[in-house]
């Protein structure tokens, strides 16, 4: 039930607030960006608000671009590939292991996650184009880790302004070392978001593994015993150990993961999902197009599913065993009841009492704003107001689902939109991006990176809800801040 701490008129009076600031158009614009949901909000909305659209130049966006959706969330997990940042070094430098998409394996033998490839274009490189040094790096990279399965190409903003033909230079390449070689096109400028990275990324996984022409993916296949439990997880990236705890859930309930992408992911085990009985999709926003796909193509059903909390935990596993027979379903009900129902109480005892009545603003990217609300409600918090960076219509018409009380969404929040929701509904604590860390801090409030867990995790699952409440609890129960006098406030 909503805690109700923040009023409708409270709530409105904010955004009110925030539009007044604007020129008029401007001020047109983002009104068409923002709403105050409350218990008569229509559940069955299609488009809630604008969404998916330019940003408004000016307005301090703190979106990501193509190439983040791409190298930084899909691609950038297979470990087993080495994943070339085509073009200048900044790029490739700034989405060098960034998101920390923990993996098993020997760094440089079998997996390459941590290491950091660059064409490192130069000004020589714009002028006289970089196939050939593309083609160089290509065949470097295949005598120095020869032990690599594939390899893709993730274009930077200048390869598309002077029309590099990667393609071509990747139809070359897969011949001659009989690997796939991937070219994406997912220079920084398409789009209007990193959300088009990520479809780019799964119509090249399509075309390019799924229906390869060049390479035979096939053989890079392992033998799978058929079973009718066989499945995959998809869209989990592996922040801080998420995937490891979500693919022990299913497993406990007696399903067989034999394919987990991209985090902790393979080469193999995404030519092997083509074996399974049912693919589980967490991240909806940045890998519905191939579980899309793999149904049409395949006939491999999806599910959505979330393992953020005891209330959603408990409803995923509920959701996913009931597409299987009795002997999914009574291990599930067991697990529920018997195992991990007593210890997430116990969890949610344990802090409950000190987080109970916080209240908590979100700020994230496609769907961790919506999936996490629960999990705080667990605790006892209420989010008084939520946002996403590159969120589309379906984003927003899943999260009146989720969001009861006067909660404010906003999507593509700018900078003086977060900051005048942190100021007036004043939160006990904001969860949002690196990019919005400091301006909270400096504003007194407690923070948490919602992107990669501010260096904890992992937040999903059993093990990952005792951590994400102690998280909370440190956050906004021993901030070090409130302890402090600023400079501007002493005498």
Known sequence: MPLNLVSKEEAEKVVQDILSA?????????????????????????CVQTSNV?????????????YAGSKGVVWGPVKDMIHISHGPVGCGYYSWAGRRNYYIGHTGVNTFGTMDFTSDFQERDVVFGGDKKLTQIIEEIEKL???NKGITIQSECPIGLIGDDIEAVARQASKKINKPVVPVRCEGFRGVSQSLGHHIANDTIRDWVFENKHVDTNSFAQEIEDSPYN??????????????????????MGLSVIAQWSGDGTLSELVNTKKVKLN??????????ISRYMEEAFGIPWIEYNFFGPTQIFASMRKI????????????????SEVYGPRLQRIIDKYKPRIQGKKIALYVGGLRPRHIVTAFEDLGAEVIALGYEFAHADDYERTTHYVDNATIVVDDATEHELEKILKELKPDLFGSGIKEK??????GIPFRQMHSWDYSGPYHGVEGFEIFARDVDMAVNGYVWKELTPPWKRV
Not at 54 to 66: D, E, I, L, Q, T
Not at 231 to 252: C, F, M, Q, V
Request: aromatic share 10%; glycine share 6%; hydrophobic share 35%.
């Open 231 to 252: 499945i995959a997880i998809i869209g989990d990236y592996n922040i801080g150990g998420d995937a490891w705890t979500s693919r022990k859930i299913l497993e406990d």
């Open 54 to 66: 330019k940003s408004r130049p000016g307005v301090m966006s703190v979106r990501g671009c193509a």
């Open 321 to 336: 065993a009931s597409l299987f027979d009795d002997k999914i379903k009574e291990k599930t009900e067991y697990l529920i």
């Open 22 to 46: 604007y020129p008029k158009k401007a001020q047109k614009d983002r009104a068409k960006h923002m709403n105050v949901v409350d218990e008569s909000f229509p559940k069955d909305t299609k």
């Open 438 to 443: 400091y301006q909270a801090q400096k504003m």
């Open 280 to 289: 589980v999709l967490h991240c909806y926003r940045s890998m519905n197009y």
């Open 145 to 147: 880790f020869p032990l």
